[in-house]
């Protein structure tokens, strides 16, 4: 009876290790989200605020086009997309708003 226990004892340890890793995992998953570093992400974030994001999702363009027009955003509202985040939003939107 007293083994049992102990089994169960160590069932319960070894099961709560995965289980913290597992939270663990979630949590550093959300924090990347949430700091918006992913083209979509930042095109939600960053596209959005001025006018739906339709606006830009309703056509198809060349990555020279895309370029251009975010770069025509960024002018819109000083410091509001980096250079580094606008390359990440063209780069999303050329691979998934493009023009063959
Ligand atoms: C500070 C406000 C603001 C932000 C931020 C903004 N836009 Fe705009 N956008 C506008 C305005 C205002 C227009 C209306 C047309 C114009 O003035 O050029 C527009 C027009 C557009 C158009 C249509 C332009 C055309 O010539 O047909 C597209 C596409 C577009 N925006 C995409 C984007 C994308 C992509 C982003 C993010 C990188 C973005 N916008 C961020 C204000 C903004």
Redesign the pocket.
Known sequence: MRIVARVRGKWVAVATVPALLLCAGVLSGARAAGGADDGEAL?RQ??G???KTR??TSRNETKETWAG??K??QG??DN??SDAQ?RK?VEY?STEYGKK
């Open positions: 095109f960053k596209c605020v001025c006018h606006i830009a027009i975010v025509t955003m819109k509202k509001w997309i606008a939003i939107l």
